[in-house]
């Protein structure tokens, strides 16, 4: 079975500084790659996917992500926050006709 | 097109009682998913729709529980004789194919039950 762990529960970062969220999936097989963003009080929403080609990954507002294979890893990152990214981020794979989710990272922008 | 709309938003019932929520889908999605998201964790998947059949059932989904897309349009998620361990927000999802497509899930912004 597919899977995924986000390495950190919660991560702090201060305004215009950069981030990254840490995410390792678990697959011996070719896997489609995602991560979805959570804002308060909203529906969660794609921000990026990996399926094949160009391992860095762009997605909405500045986003974009690297698949590393070796590593099996799929950080999220940005070069400048803005306290409008404060959501849950999600990192998930897919399995079947399904996907698969982790437990999130909270990030916290710090004025 | 609305988005995903989900019915009721927040629902507070006690122990024993049954609940069932509504999911109205993006209208040419033929795939519809249900999750379930308690606190500090990620969405767990319980099962999906193609049009009207359920296609996998995961085992999170004890007997309490059952979905129903009967026209393969709208959803329905009942549980039965509740229990507090039901209590996070119940999530429905719809897409245009399988998720190993594009892998882009259409989220609602849940039902939340809380069981007293």
């Known amino acids: 079975a597919q899977s995924v762990t986000q390495l950190d529960s919660q991560v702090p970062v201060f305004e215009e500084a950069p981030v990254e969220l840490r995410c390792n999936y678990s697959?011996?097989?070719?896997?489609?790659l995602f991560w979805y963003v959570q804002y308060p009080n909203q529906g969660l929403q794609l921000l990026l996917k990996y399926l094949s080609g160009s391992t860095l990954v762009k997605g909405i507002n500045g986003f974009e992500a690297e698949f590393n294979k070796s590593q099996t890893s799929f950080h999220l990152r940005k070069p400048s926050v803005h306290i409008s990214d404060t959501a849950e981020y999600f990192c998930a794979v897919s399995q079947d006709d399904k996907i698969i989710f982790g437990k999130g990272t909270r990030l916290h922008i710090l004025p | 097109d609305t988005g995903v709309s989900q019915d009721p938003r927040h629902k507070i019932t006690k122990r024993g009682q049954n609940v069932t929520f509504r999911c109205d889908p993006i209208s040419e999605h033929n795939r519809l998913y249900w999750y379930r998201q308690t606190l500090g964790q990620g969405p767990e998947f319980l099962t999906y729709?193609?049009?009207?059949?359920?296609?996998?059932k995961s085992r999170l989904l004890s007997d309490r529980f059952s979905a129903e897309r009967p026209k393969g349009s709208f959803s329905t998620l009942e549980i039965q004789r509740t229990e507090q361990g039901d209590s996070a927000m119940y999530l429905c999802?719809?897409?245009?194919?399988?998720?190993?497509?594009?892998?882009?899930?259409?989220f609602g912004e849940g039902s939340r039950l809380t069981v007293l």
């Open positions: 697959s011996s097989v070719s896997v489609y």
């Open positions: 729709f193609q049009n009207e059949a359920q296609l996998e």
């Open positions: 999802a719809s897409s245009p194919q399988g998720a190993s497509g594009t892998g882009e899930l259409f």
